[in-house]
């Protein structure tokens, strides 16, 4: 896939002078496909229609999450459904989405919805990013779950980082085994999951603007099935430009 | 001798010392005491000339202020921060080429006050803060507060960040009879810093593995990462690093020790997990080469000890080597009661010829990445004398580090004390020598990946 600078620096403009330093989902995710990054299709839904024009589009069944810069935590607001296989079910979790967020936080800008392809579910790792004030772009790896959150299992390297780099900081993890397959099951795809990594560090070296980047999931498939970003966050740092 | 302003920290030919040896009424006691330990440790050990400026007039020239030369290499200075930069432009100005001022206690507006009268006019400066000080086996230079610490000469150099930390490793040194080339403190960092000082050593022959111990992130993230890095390719650098995000009372940024770690790692530093490790880890790399795989034979006199060795071995990530059969046939032809098998246990009896030969067969098998000698005096027939073959047999392997480990209290002071001139590390404790193990062999990573 080809990589769309002008594409990046223009979503990244257009929150800053709508004075956001968050970027929606859909937002963050385009910023990701532009560089090449594999992402689940999201599109932005103003309205029920719309969701179900999408949704034929991507494909039932299809995910919807709430899309509101004002609302960070979408389940706790009850503004996610999964697994919606037609067009009335497109319709009513429109509806019900909508109106959990209103009561969630009744003062929230609600652009709309999101829709999202499905995607089979696979191994969940995070991949992140962060300026450090001394040494600029760094990138974090991690597996999904209770591993970064309990057992803060995660490794850091410095952006840009070579394939070499990307190995070591997957294998550096305590719980590395479970990538290359435990309990019969098969090995994950590490070729996939080092183009990412590099991808990512790439785009927070290149985009110093970026505080922070956020990919959590990334489903993470068998070997060579691939890897591809499910959810994304994108923090822009203030005063920070490019 | 290296090309570079921060020559004249390290290699001056003349040197000027300022401070106060008594206090006057209004200032604090502390320097004073600080710059005479200052002023003591340079006239006993600086092979160079010395200049002592006491405002209390009591040390130097009789009293007086001795007669100063119009080019000086060097200035140290102990002194609280307005007298300091008062002399600074009065004594040091257009007359040296450097300058170490070890007191702190500076403010954002006397520290730029500093960087103006020194910086700015082309001294370089090491400091302020830089306590306690900077040192140089090879010439005497022993520009620090601390009252008679002059470690023996050799081939650790050692940057250190923390004040208190600064210390304790130049007591650790001269206690442990560890060979320090050069120290360092690099204090505030007005002008060198971190990055500075492992590029200059990085350069310097005299050290032959490079130690920092950091207390704090740095400044200019991707010059101290770069500096790390080329330093790697020319020789060893080991880091400590305290994890700032678990222990400080204030809020450090989530995972700011975690990603300095990372850098470290990803320059090619080999990582110390303590203090104890940090300088035992130093001592390998200074004296033998790196480890070219995992492999480690373990050779003892004594079963338990070898036992432990290798546990400790699994537990850094190395693997007891197996030898092949010839190997095994040759030891056992020669001594029968010898265990030939994973741990090479020779008797109780095992003398010099024994280990002289063992060990040799033992390097000469392609299956053995290095090894581990433990030799016990108690409860065997072995003479402290007797290791040296250990040095004898070692040089002969120019790829294969050998560590020795005369386990115990008494036995480790008798053996250390016969290899401290070889270039055989000794350890007491077989962990402790499974753990430089492993700085070796994470250094032989190091320099496969770099020269890739």
Known sequence: MAVDKKRIAEILASARKQGRLGLLEHEAKQVLAAWGVPVARTELAGDAAEAVRIARELRYPVVMKIASPDIVHKSDAGGVRVGLSSELEVRQAFDEIVANARAYKPDANILGVVVQEYLPQAMEVIIGTLQDPSFGATVMFGLGGVWVEVLKDVSFRLAPLDAGDAREMIQEIKGHPVLMGVRGEPQADIGALIDILQKVGRLAHEFPGIAEMDLNPVFLFERGKGAIAIDARIILGEGAHG | ?452
């Not at chain 2, 002008?191 to 704090?216: K, P, Q, T």
């Open chain 2, 1 to 452: 001798m290296v090309e570079d302003g921060i020559d004249a920290i390290f290699e001056p030919k003349s040197v000027m010392l300022i401070g106060a040896s008594r206090a006057t009424k209004n200032e604090v006691v502390l320097p004073s005491i600080f710059f005479r330990s200052l002023a003591h440790n340079m006239l006993r050990f600086f092979k160079g000339k010395i200049y002592v400026i006491d405002l209390s007039g009591r040390l130097g020239a009789g009293g007086k202020s001795p007669k100063l030369p119009k080019k000086l290499d060097l200035a140290v200075l102990v002194l609280p921060p307005n007298l300091a930069l008062k002399h600074l432009r009065k004594l040091v100005g257009g007359r040296v080429k450097a300058v170490v001022v070890i007191s702190g206690g500076y403010g954002r507006e006397q520290l730029e006050r500093l960087a103006r009268v020194t910086v700015r006019r082309g001294i370089r400066v090491l400091g302020p803060n830089a306590t306690p000080g900077v040192l140089n086996t090879s010439n005497g230079l022993c520009a620090t507060i601390e009252r008679g610490t002059m470690p023996k000469r050799g081939g650790v150099a050692v940057i250190s960040q923390g004040e208190g930390l600064g210390a304790a490793m130049l007591d650790w040194a001269c206690f442990h009879g560890i060979s320090i080339s050069k120290f360092a403190s690099v204090g505030d960092k007005v002008d060198i810093d971190e990055a500075d000082l492992i590029d200059y050593l990085s350069r310097d022959r005299g050290a032959r593995v490079i130690c920092i111990y950091m207390e704090e992130t740095v400044r200019g993230g991707r010059k101290f990462f770069n500096a790390v890095r080329e330093a790697a390719k020319r020789k060893p650098v080991v880091a400590l690093s305290r994890n700032m995000a678990k222990v400080t009372v204030e809020q450090a940024p989530p995972w700011r020790g975690e990603i300095l770690d990372a850098v470290l790692r990803q320059a090619g530093a080999v990582r110390a997990r303590d203090f104890e490790e940090f300088f035992d880890a130093a001592i390998a790399l200074a004296k033998q080469p790196p480890m070219q795989g995992n492999r480690v034979a373990v050779l003892s006199n004594a079963f338990g000890p070898a036992v432990l060795a290798a546990e400790a071995l699994q537990r850094e990530g190395l693997t007891l080597a197996k030898l092949s059969d010839e190997t095994t046939k040759q030891i056992k032809k020669k001594y029968p009661d010898a265990d030939g098998g994973n741990l090479i246990c020779m008797t109780a009896a095992a003398k010099a010829d024994c280990y002289e030969f063992v060990l040799k067969h033992v390097l000469d098998d392609p299956g053995v990445d290095g090894a581990m000698v433990i030799n016990m005096l108690k409860s065997c027939l072995l003479e402290p004398d007797e290791v040296k073959v250990v040095a004898d047999v070692a040089k002969k392997f120019s790829n294969k580090p050998v560590v020795d480990v005369p386990m115990g209290g008494e036995d480790y002071v008798l053996v250390s004390d016969v290899l401290k001139d070889t270039d055989i590390p000794t350890y007491s404790l077989p962990e402790r020598g499974a753990r430089a193990l492993r700085a070796l062999y994470l250094y032989g990573q190091i320099k496969k990946k770099v020269e890739m």
